[in-house]
């Protein structure tokens, strides 16, 4: 049985590859009535994504390939797809059964629609560990108030209120889960009418329980407090035909 708790916050956050194979989902941005328009996605691990408009229009099909690596050779080197997480090394697991360790070499990430925020939302191991920047060391990404067990859209979730520490390392600067002043004066340094007058004091963040996805992030305080996700979760490990990731002739980006 999960028992919700800082430690097991963190714990689910970074297991969500090993908590589902396929997902059908909507999703708002912006939730303050700033972002893009709503969207509904089917996905199905590792690498295959449809994304449509809630009326059924077509947006993008995504088949992503795995990440790859450099592997240096006395004849120069060539590149290698690291393996999807079905395929690593198993992560370490607590005796509840969520991710203490994940595996150091794996290609994790969702196939991507638009930014990586998506990733992230669907995969939110930057809310659980962290790095220093200067000797690589893992450190905590974000503080964590006392977690309280919630409904979202039907399932059981976590919610908490976090702050990122300096160790908070999102997945890509210029689109974090968090959005932190340190981050953007990094990821903006060249660009420094890209960084705000003022920065959230903190964010209300919660995971689904069932997969360890994000489905709802909401800032607190700032210039913006009301802005975040809501991802509502419809279907989990459900079939998914071939005929749903299908390239469509071009110009046949109809409704199904």
């Known amino acids: 049985m999960l028992v919700p708790s800082a430690d097991s916050f963190a714990a689910l956050a970074r ?33 295959q994504l449809r994304v449509e408009t809630l009326e059924g229009d077509l947006l993008q099909i995504v ?3 795995p990440l790859q690596v450099g592997v240096l050779t006395p004849d120069g080197g060539y590149p290698r797809g ?14 509840d ?14 196939p991507m629609y638009q930014d990586y925020r998506w990733v992230a939302m669907l995969d939110p191991v930057e809310l659980a560990d962290g790095q220093d920047r200067e000797t690589g060391e893992e450190w905590e990404a974000v503080t964590v108030d006392a977690v309280t ?13 976090v702050r990122p520490t300096p160790y908070y390392e999102p997945r890509c600067g210029c689109c974090p889960l ?26 209300r963040v919660r995971l ?19 802005r975040g996700h809501e991802l509502r979760i419809e279907a989990v490990d459900g079939p998914m035909d071939d005929a749903l990731f299908a390239q469509p002739r071009r110009g046949l980006f109809r409704r199904r």
Do not use: K, M
């Open 178 to 203: 968090l959005r932190t002043r340190a981050i953007d004066l990094l990821e903006f340094a060249d660009h420094p009418h890209y960084v705000l007058r003022a920065y959230p004091d903190a964010y």
């Open 149 to 161: 067990e919630v409904e979202h859209a039907g399932r059981p979730a976590w919610e908490a209120v």
């Open 97 to 110: 059964g969520l991710v203490d360790v994940r595996p150091a070499v794996v290609s994790a990430d969702a």
């Open 63 to 65: 088949r992503e390939p």
């Open 82 to 95: 690291l393996p999807w997480p079905v395929e690593a090394e198993p992560p370490v697991l607590r005796q």
């Open 208 to 226: 689904d329980v069932g997969t360890g996805v994000c489905v709802s992030t909401e800032e607190i305080g700032g210039l913006t407090p009301g």
């Open 15 to 47: 297991s969500s590859p090993w908590r589902w194979s396929t997902l059908r989902f909507t999703l708002r941005r912006g939730v303050d009535g700033g972002g893009p328009d709503h969207v509904r996605a089917w996905l199905r691990r590792p690498d």
